[in-house]
Structure formats: C-alpha cells, structure tokens
C-alpha cells in the first residue's frame, strides 16, 4: 500500500512558477514508477510528467517540455513538479500517482495509487 499526499498548489499569475510536493509513505513506494497528472473541470484526466523509480528516467507531455521538471528525493519520499512558464491552460487539480507498470507511465488508468489532488489556478 502506498499513501500519497499533494501540496503546493495555489494561484499564480501567467508566467509564474508554482512547485508542487507529493510526499509518499508505505514500504514498497520505492518500487513504484511516480507521476503527474491533471485534471480541468470537464476534462479527463490527462499525463504531465512521470519519473522512474531510480529517478533517473525521466517523461514528460509535450505541452510541459522544457516548463515543467519532474524530480524524486527517495530518502524523503518526495516527487516534486517545479512549474514554469505557467499559463492559463495549465489550471487544473494536479494529481501525484504510482504506478508498477512502467510501459504505461502515461496512461491514468495504469496508476494503482493517487493522492487527492491540489488545485493550481493561473491567472491571465
């Protein structure tokens, strides 16, 4: 079992920054690959970014290339997402989630744990 809990989100004006925490508990959240996710207001939930357990591979959406970084701090149990550049297209709920199927680090479907969500609004 893995327990996941959001932090960071806020509001931030267009061309900000916003840094968002996902701090993780559990004996094998280790082995999990950890990533991103978003979700506007009658939208599906889509993939920002995701991190390999080792933390040394990283992926992420096009729309996030060179704004956003994904980083994992494994002796905090941490999954950090540094947001830059921000714009308005990016308000959503921001969701942290494990997954043990690293072929679909992509796909919400494939996470077996989420966290409940931080909201970041980004004001034009």
């Known amino acids: 079992q893995v327990q996941l809990v959001e932090s960071g989100g806020g509001l931030v004006q267009a061309g900000g920054s916003l840094r968002l925490s996902c701090a993780a508990s559990?004996?094998?959240?280790?082995?999990?690959?950890m990533g991103w996710f978003r979700q506007a207001p009658g939208k599906e939930r889509e993939f920002v970014a995701a991190?390999?357990?080792?933390?040394?591979?990283?992926y992420y959406a096009d729309p996030m290339k060179g704004r956003f970084i994904i980083s994992r701090d494994s002796a905090k149990n941490t999954v950090c997402l540094q947001m830059n550049s921000l714009e308005p297209e990016d308000t959503a709920v921001y969701y942290c989630?494990?997954?043990?199927?690293?072929?679909?680090?992509?796909?919400?479907?494939?996470?077996?744990?989420w966290g409940q969500g931080t909201q970041v609004t980004v004001s034009s």
């Open positions: 991190i390999g357990w080792r933390g040394d591979r990283t």
């Open positions: 559990g004996r094998t959240y280790s082995n999990y690959i």
């Open positions: 989630g494990a997954t043990s199927n690293g072929n679909y680090y992509y796909n919400a479907r494939y996470y077996t744990f």
